[in-house]
């Protein structure tokens, strides 16, 4: 065989040798993975919320919208994000302690910047008390919207 026939031939197997130990790499996670699935209920539980939702923005938004469905709340998916990424940038724990609310004493609390009174006043039953409870607070701002705007997806900027 010439030289420079068997110097593509070395570098071809090297390379299959590569691409079969990058496969190998790649497989075992999703062999470990699934073995995992029988994790114990706890570590499932962790990552879900009680209604079994995943602990996420995505499925606090979710979850939301189902019980908003529920109760005749109107509201999508895009409104709801859209208000929750300009409010707090997706963090449950937001709290605005700068603006007219805030000089009152009454800041504007987790996802979509619920004020206490408003919260209160649009809970919606079988949410939790907790204005930081990011389903709690989705689903009463959305409420709200609702009443004052129609539906949250009638919402721009703050409200």
Same mark, same amino acid.
């Given at each position: 065989?010439? %030289?420079?026939?068997?110097?593509?031939?070395?570098?071809?197997?090297?390379?299959?040798?590569?691409?079969?130990?990058? &496969?190998?790499?790649?497989?075992?996670?999703?062999?470990?993975?699934?073995? %995992?699935?029988?994790?114990?209920?706890?570590?499932?539980? %962790?990552?879900?919320?009680?209604?079994?939702?995943?602990?996420?923005?995505?499925?606090?938004?979710?979850?939301?919208? %189902?019980?908003?469905?529920?109760?005749?709340?109107?509201?999508?998916?895009?409104?709801?994000?859209?208000?929750?990424?300009?409010?707090?940038?997706?963090?449950?724990?937001?709290?605005?302690?700068?603006?007219?609310?805030?000089?009152?004493?009454?800041?504007?609390?987790?996802?979509?910047?619920?004020?206490?009174?408003?919260?209160?006043?649009?809970?919606?039953?079988?949410?939790?008390?907790?204005?930081?409870?990011?389903?709690?607070?989705?689903?009463?701002?959305?409420?709200? &919207?609702?009443?004052?705007?129609?539906?949250?997806?009638?919402?721009?900027?703050?409200?």
């Amino acid at each position: 065989m010439p %030289a420079a026939a068997q110097h593509r031939r070395t570098r071809l197997v090297r390379a299959l040798a590569a691409v079969g130990t990058g &496969a190998a790499v790649l497989a075992l996670p999703l062999i470990g993975a699934t073995s %995992a699935s029988a994790a114990s209920p706890a570590a499932t539980t %962790a990552s879900t919320t009680p209604a079994g939702y995943p602990n996420t923005l995505d499925g606090w938004i979710r979850e939301s919208l %189902a019980i908003m469905g529920q109760k005749g709340i109107p509201g999508t998916y895009n409104g709801i994000y859209r208000n929750i990424i300009r409010e707090s940038s997706g963090n449950p724990n937001a709290i605005n302690l700068w603006d007219s609310n805030a000089a009152k004493g009454i800041p504007s609390k987790g996802l979509l910047q619920v004020i206490d009174p408003t919260f209160n006043a649009y809970h919606v039953a079988g949410t939790s008390f907790n204005i930081y409870d990011p389903v709690a607070n989705i689903t009463a701002a959305c409420n709200y &919207a609702a009443a004052r705007y129609g539906s949250i997806d009638n919402v721009f900027s703050a409200y």
